[in-house]
């Protein structure tokens, strides 16, 4: 869908400085030439299956299709997955790219910290050193994934500048990057930064709507009306929608964090309430105030406190192919205890921001029509925070 | 244009850096006057950007300093009209690409040239994106000026062919800030350069002393130093401009 300068429309780029032009060319290169290699897709393929628990189940939600009383409602289990989120998918591919091109050290940004664990299980697993950038505010809301990524032998630096989360964990990432590129590959957890990696994290997250497409097809006998998933920077909405791009009867809806709604400061809500920039290395929409100056974005979820999206969702809402709808943290909570209750299923409440939107729309269609909701991780480690959220002192 | 060319003339140029409204215009202001009056050749002015990915922690923090004290495009464009009434040696503003876009590249450009900005550096517009920026500041008749990086490798040859005003050649890899030693094989870079173009060219990142200042010059056609300045504002406020003026002249005499 991209062209050859990594374009998606108008959106995209390689907005970087250029210590880094070559360290991406050289990227692009090896990952043209492993994409097709039928070694490395069958090295990544068994540890999808063997290591991460591929493929991920198709849940038909029986008990919230009959609450909501609309339309049959399957929920894509990514939370089963090895690490707990779809964010594994991206970096088994990332990593063993990096191995085969000569890389010892893997580097990555993380908010909720769901990227972060993934890469350093990753690094554990291939024998490589890794060190994950946090913003320090991300560091205390998400304690235990800090942890996690400690216990798996990953260095985690807390990153103080500007707002102290994601968008300056991805800032301090870039640095890094620029200062250490001989050995170190950047492991960018989204759709988002430089091209080609909006290319690359969504073809490794694509397997998300290849899996949904046959199974649906095989429990179904026919595609989904609307297939459903939250965006931050958007890989597992890309991850989810992208199969399904060439299909106009199936609906692809992406759901922003609408934080305290759109009509106030305290969203993340990118395509919602941004307009068009350069930042991070890309063109996209971002939530900026009209000198240009990032916004500091805020939602309830670390995953999605991101002021930017990824440029292929840009593009997508341009062409009108993909619907962009807000969900306020309210109604993630809401969402989040809902799931947990009817199906005995705790999402991650990134992931809630999808259940919310279906809750809205399931109502309002019939029996005979399919919603796929794909639920991104496990919600685990938003419990002690949703707790506090309704006014319990529990802490980690 | 000229402006630039001229700097570049009799010697080898001093090249300050300073981020506007750190802490305010009035101290950038004397500041830039202080520079000049001590020696520096041309002034690169920040406009500050909330999210400055190629800068290190010192300008980081005056870029945070300047956005917190207020400081707006606008202003800044006012605040280079009023010093243009003195100051003659060329000016080029150093920002990121969202800054001038969010603008409007024309009207940025454009506004450029009417107060008088000779260049445009954006460290996150790499050679492969410049379409966006140097047409537009073609039309002006406004530089936009190349960066070259210790990784560049055969990218230098394309980039110094195209390069107008100078090239800023990055002396080590990393963000912006103080180096007690800079590695890089300069020399190979500056006469792949000097091959292809007659442009001047200026290495900056991380020079802070006399004796680097002296050495970086020796290899090319001038220094360019940020954060060594940007310290005196971090620690003296608007005290600053007397600190930069001896500090200037102390890079100066030893080039």
């Known amino acids: 869908m991209s062209n050859q300068n990594g374009r998606f429309g108008i959106h995209g780029g390689q907005y970087i400085p250029e210590a880094l032009m070559n360290a991406v060319i050289e990227l692009e290169e090896a990952y043209n030439k492993y994409k097709n290699d039928p070694e490395f897709n069958r090295e990544l393929q068994e540890l999808l299956n063997e290591y991460a628990g591929r493929p991920s189940r198709l849940y038909y939600a029986e008990k919230m299709t009959k609450d909501l009383g609309g339309a049959k409602i399957y929920l894509k289990r990514e939370d089963l997955n090895h690490t707990g989120s779809h964010k594994i998918n991206n970096v088994l591919g990332q990593a063993l790219l990096a191995k085969k091109m000569g890389k010892t050290r893997l580097i990555a940004e993380t908010g909720a910290g769901q990227h972060g664990v993934a890469t350093a299980t990753a690094a554990a697993l291939m024998n490589m050193e890794c060190v994950v950038f946090m913003g320090e505010e991300d560091t205390i809301r998400q304690a235990l994934n800090v942890y996690r990524m400690r216990l798996l032998g990953a260095t985690v630096v807390p990153v103080k500048s500007g707002t102290a989360t994601l968008k300056d964990a991805v800032s301090e990432a870039m640095r890094e990057w620029t200062s250490r590129i001989d050995d170190t590959h950047y492991c960018l957890g989204s759709v988002m930064g430089p091209h080609p990696f909006p290319t690359i994290v969504r073809d490794f997250q694509a397997v998300i709507s290849k899996e949904i497409k046959e199974q649906i097809l095989d429990k179904e006998g026919r595609l989904p009306d609307a297939v459903i998933a939250c965006v931050g920077g958007g890989s597992n909405s890309i991850g989810t929608f992208y199969n399904f791009i060439e299909d106009k009867g199936v609906r692809l809806i992406g759901c922003e964090a609408a934080g305290h709604g759109i009509d106030t400061f305290e969203t993340a809500a990118t395509i919602n309430t941004g307009k068009l920039g350069i930042f991070h290395g890309m063109k996209s929409y971002f939530c900026q105030d009209e000198y240009g100056q990032i916004a500091p974005v805020y939602s309830i979820s670390a995953g999605l406190d991101y002021p930017g999206v990824g440029p292929e969702h840009a593009y997508l809402h341009d062409i009108g192919r993909a619907e962009y709808v807000p969900v306020t943290d309210e109604e993630a909570v809401c969402a989040f205890e809902y799931l947990s209750r009817t199906e005995g299923i705790i999402p991650a409440i990134e992931s809630a921001h999808a259940v919310a939107h279906a809750m809205k729309i399931a109502p309002t269609m019939s029996p005979d029509q399919i919603i796929v909701i794909t639920i991104s991780g496990r919600g685990d480690k938003d419990c002690a925070a949703i707790a506090r959220y309704r006014g319990e002192d529990l802490h980690e | ?255």
């Open chain 2, 1 to 255: 244009m000229n402006r630039i060319a001229d700097s570049f003339n009799n010697n080898k140029a001093f090249i300050a850096f300073i981020t506007c409204g750190d802490p305010d215009l009035e101290t950038t202001g004397a500041a830039v006057r202080e520079a000049v009056k001590n020696g520096a050749d041309l002034i690169e002015l920040g406009i500050p950007f909330s999210d400055p990915t190629a800068e290190g922690p010192v300008i980081q923090g005056a870029n945070l300093r300047a956005l917190t004290a207020g400081i707006t495009t606008d202003k800044v464009f006012d605040f280079v009209r009023d010093l243009r009434k003195d100051v003659t040696v060329p000016l080029v503003f150093m920002t990121y690409a969202n800054v001038v876009f969010s603008y409007g590249t024309e009207r940025f450009v454009k506004t450029c040239r009417e107060v008088g900005i000779d260049g445009i550096i954006l460290p996150d517009v790499p050679f492969e994106e410049k379409e966006d920026f140097a047409p537009t500041c073609r039309k002006y008749d406004v530089a936009f000026i190349s960066l070259i990086a210790p990784t560049s490798g055969e990218r230098i040859a394309m980039i110094a062919r195209e390069a107008e005003g100078f090239i800023y050649v990055v002396s080590s890899l990393g963000v912006t800030g103080t180096r007690s030693e800079i590695k890089t094989d300069l020399k190979s870079i500056v006469d792949v350069i000097r091959g292809v173009t007659d442009i001047p060219c200026a290495i900056g990142f991380g020079i802070s002393t006399p004796e680097q200042a002296a050495k970086m010059s020796a290899l090319s056609d001038g220094a360019i130093v940020g954060s060594a300045i940007i310290k005196y504002l971090e620690k003296y406020g608007t005290e600053a401009p007397k600190y930069i003026g001896e500090y200037v002249k102390s890079m100066k005499d030893a080039m």
